[in-house]
């Protein structure tokens, strides 16, 4: 009887212990873990391109090929994007005409927060990107928005990086299950295969940095940000993060999405996230 | 509106290495906007750059430069301090200039 009532027990205490470990390797799966996918994420490229500096990442291609980089830098002392900061400077400087400016609408006056942006608002539950907090801004101030996708708005974000250059990215994710719903979102949408190419984000600029693509050279995913906006030579001028996005998607015939798409807010968390440490380079210049 | 032109010049012993940046269209004459109507040709044909009352460095240009322009070119015969002197007219008539000193 005794004997039996322990053997009970015993299988009792089994089950239990079978239940609770499959309970945590069920959560395990399912847990957001952005620290970790930020370092898991770093060391691939770290390990992948050992003799690449962990700053040199957010030079894109150029970090990719000695050869691109001699002609980067001789072409650093005279930047294809200089007319675009001196513009956004004035821009930035120019009060509305209600008198107030943008550095009424960001903390620190808008100098040196490139690398904070974007953010997770949990007044809103959303991603908060910097080019929609400058619309945002200039609505509020009875202004016109601008495009999201160069001239104007370009020009803008090209001089709050420059003010920021040199500083870590340092995006934060709050303990708010919408935030770890966002970040796990962009993670999704970066890792997801689409359009007739059937190309994620990552087939590219995770699987083949630094690998030709026609006469491109691919760039790493690892601090594809830090250098938006960017001058593009294919482009003939400025554009920002919303119109990366756009021109990726179109290359590899998908359907872009509208900027500042909730999909596009949450892709550029997840890649600002995981370049937290590695420097602000904005404004970029790009082939 | 600030100057349509970015110069830097050093002089390296007799050698002055000169670069200029032009902002600048350039259009064709042969490319539609989005309406599909074309857009007129509006490009620089002349470039000058002065040094001492001489020219140093003239081009005569055409629809096929690129826009915002790029010009690097080495000259002999000016020292630190002097000035260079450059401009451009366009197709339609305009035209900027400006001088910078040769450091």
Request: proline share 6%; charged share 25%.
């Amino acid at each position: 009887m005794k004997q039996r009532a322990t053997i009970l027990l015993g299988s009792a205490f089994l089950a239990l212990t079978a239940l609770a470990f499959a309970a945590t390797r069920v959560v395990a799966a399912d847990k957001v873990d952005p620290a970790a996918d930020a370092k898991a994420f770093q060391n691939y490229f770290f390990q992948k391109f050992p003799n690449v500096k962990h700053e040199d990442f957010v030079n894109g291609p150029y970090s990719m090929n000695a050869d691109m980089k001699r002609q980067w830098q001789e072409k650093e002392e005279f930047p294809p994007y200089e007319f675009a900061l001196d513009a956004g400077k004035e821009m930035f400087s120019t009060p509305f005409k209600n008198g107030k400016t943008y550095a009424d609408c960001f903390p620190n006056g808008g100098i040196g927060i490139r690398q904070n942006y974007p953010y997770f608002d949990e007044n809103e539950g959303k991603v908060v990107t910097l080019e929609l907090a400058l619309n945002r801004c200039r609505e509020a101030n009875g202004e016109a928005p601008y495009s999201y996708v160069k001239d104007e708005m370009a020009s803008l974000t090209a001089y709050m990086a420059f003010t920021s250059r040199g500083k870590p990215m340092d995006i934060k994710i709050p303990d708010d299950p919408r935030a770890l719903a966002a970040f796990e979102n962009g993670k999704r949408y970066f890792y997801t295969r689409r359009g007739q190419m059937n190309f994620s984000c990552a087939s590219c600029h995770v699987q083949s940095p630094g690998e030709r693509i026609r006469a491109e050279t691919l760039a790493p995913a690892l601090g594809i940000l830090n250098a938006m906006p960017i001058y593009r030579s294919e482009w003939g001028g400025m554009g920002t993060t919303s119109r990366r996005f756009i021109t990726c998607n179109s290359q590899t015939r998908a359907v872009p999405l509208e900027p500042q798409s909730d999909e596009y807010r949450d892709v550029e968390y997840f890649l600002s996230y995981v370049a937290n440490g590695l420097p602000i380079s904005g404004p970029g210049a790009r082939p | 509106m600030a100057s349509s032109i970015r110069v830097r010049a050093t002089a390296n012993g007799d050698i002055t290495e000169v670069q200029a940046l032009i902002q600048h269209p350039m259009d064709s004459g042969f490319v539609k906007d989005s309406k599909g109507s074309l857009i007129p040709a509006h490009f620089i044909q002349e470039l000058k750059f002065e040094c001492n009352g001489k020219d140093v460095f003239v081009a005569d240009w055409g629809p096929a430069v690129s826009k915002d322009p790029y010009v690097k070119f080495s000259f002999k015969g000016a020292k630190k301090g002097d000035d260079l002197k450059i401009s451009w007219t366009d197709n339609k008539g305009a035209s900027d200039t400006t001088t910078a000193k040769i450091s």
